[in-house]
């Protein structure tokens, strides 16, 4: 599967973003879907997941309740809207896809390129 993530941007702190992935390639209902993110000098982290049908989804401690992920299956996109947004927010935002496991595994098979998310203060 390919996926393509667009929606980053400049933003002030307190404000809002979304991202959306686009995939393409493979039966897009049927892969486990998740966003990461990667600031400079600091490791890669886990943002958030979901699970084929949306009715599973898993947030990283510092950003749930500000953040929210969701899929169109019809689209073959997922979304990663974003609200209050801090300095801390700022990195490259990843979407990946994996075609089995739960929300909770942090393993993918498919990465796409990143967009960069700055949130100013």
């Known amino acids: 599967v390919q996926l393509q993530a667009s929606g980053g941007g400049l933003v002030q702190a307190g404000g809002s973003l979304r991202l959306s992935c686009a995939a393409s390639?493979?039966?897009?209902?049927?892969?486990?879907m998740g966003w990461f993110r990667q600031a400079p000098g600091k490791e890669r982290e886990f943002v958030a997941a979901?699970?084929?049908?949306?009715?599973?989804?898993y947030y990283a401690d510092s950003v749930k309740g500000r953040f929210t992920i969701s899929r169109d299956n019809a689209k073959n996109t997922v979304y990663l809207q974003m609200n209050s947004l801090e300095p801390e927010d700022s990195a490259v935002y990843y979407c990946?896809?994996?075609?089995?496991?739960?929300?909770?595994?942090?393993?993918?098979?498919?990465w796409g390129q990143g967009t960069q998310v700055t949130v100013s203060s």
């Open positions: 990946t896809a994996d075609r089995s496991g739960s929300v909770y595994e942090d393993e993918y098979d498919f």
């Open positions: 979901i699970n084929w049908s949306g009715g599973s989804t």
């Open positions: 390639g493979r039966p897009f209902s049927r892969y486990r």
